[in-house]
């Protein structure tokens, strides 16, 4: 039995094929103006890949801020439930799933099964989501993928608004004025986010495992910021940003085997 | 002369810079001539006062250097008056960047400026300013001499502020002046956006947008969503006539009526500014002039 998930995310559309419960392609695009299109483009490469027609496909599902947008869709998760799939699948003792992507970021508490228990998202606020790294990495005049790796130069970090992307975009204007090192301003933006996200699974309890996915994972200074504001290990897998969509795909065999 | 840009670099969030002199007034050395120097985060103000009557402004974009900014601004002022820094006898900093003014004698915190140039600018009857910038909102209590009695600012988050205008401008392809009345160029008023992050703003217009909103329905929708959050900080302050708008969003007719329409109250009427009144952007940088006249009589006679 062949499914897809797709994930509609603000930034970029995912999507997974899976082959009974085993993942056999992936697929990205830019979701620019016209989501629906990008989510044409991730779903076509991956199919492509495994040189499968659109067909073959017995259940699509689409999750992410874009869903009711996906074409040839034929069912939607909420991201939470999503999350909680995939975190349980990649790791089996995974109870807290933090998922931070371009603008949003939320925490997942869920059963063995992987069945989502309880949720908190950023709402409104870009403060804790990747679009903050994005505005503090062009304020720094830094490259965003040489911003964790810039950050773990550092032995301390420098002090910034964390409450608003805006505020801390012009407090690191000043601590470059200030001429604070670069490699310490880096590490008080990632500490500034753990501190948003970590806060948002305190209000969980924290639940081990936790584990970290969404396009933000492959960030190796917030994953560094984020262990220790956490005070323990977060487990990372492979290919983090697609389990969104791993986990619409997950539910899409559900679906089909319950029907 | 500068160039005018081509079509399509046109930078629609990019407001006008510009400088002004009284050239009616003459100043002479006995006179008691003092600056006031606004560095905000977005723009930066230089006013210049003699003897406590405003004689020249300019205004510019702050850069990302405050002292540079700052000097820039107070250059601009003092451009073709023939004014040099030494004849500034008192220089008062204000605003963001206040700290970093150079030339300053003392900073003032742009709170207290912003009454005081309220109070100047609109008369002893002020009682409630509301001050827009760049990326603050403050709401302002005060009293006939335009000592401030209360206030309340948003200090956690830049929601519904100048920079979020400014990424729709460049988005909508509407030049930033133009704004105001773009968004009031709706049939029907929209519900306000649910979301007024600045760093969310791009996400929110492309998702009204894509439902196939018009431009205007979109501004409209924003702009709405602004005034509820400036008019929900004044409520909290307690509004007291008469009402002035003060910063670079005073120029908003978009922002302003939907204020007055939330609050149920009629702004002092805008000086033209254009024409030859005072610009509300100026009030911070005019207060911080007025202070320094005092700061400097209060120094020559002890």
Redesign the interface.
Known sequence: MITAGIDLG?QSVKAVILKDNELISRGKAFSG???AKAAEEALGEALKEVKLAMSKLVHVTATGPGMD?APNSNSTVSMMGADAKAGVYLFPNARTIVDVGA?EARAVKCDVNGIMMDFVVN????AGAG??IE?MARALEVKLEDMGPLSLKAERASSINA?????GE?DV??L??RQESKPEIARAIFDAMADRVSSMVHRLGVNPDVVLVGGVAKDVGFVASLKRKLGIDVLIPAYPEYAGALGAALVAVNRVRKA | MKETPQKEDVEYWRWQEYHRVFSEKKWKNKDVITAGVDVGSVGSKATIMIDGEVYSWGVMRTGSNSPDSAKKALDWAMEGTGLRLDDLKYIVGTGYGRVNVPMANKAITEIACHAKGANYIWGPRVRTVLDVGGQDIKAIRCDETGRVTSFLMNDKCAAGTGRGMEVFADLLKIPIEKIGEVSLEVEEEPPPVSCTCVAFAKTEAMGLLRKGWSKEKVLAAYTHAMAIRMGNLIKRVGLEKEFVITGGQSKNIGIVSRIEKALDVKCLPMPDWRENGLDPMIAGAIGAALFGKALYEKAQKS
């Open positions: 603000t103006f016209d989501p947008m603008e709402e409104r606020c870009a679009a903050f505005a409450s608003c992307v805006i505020f012009s204007v000043s470059i004025h």
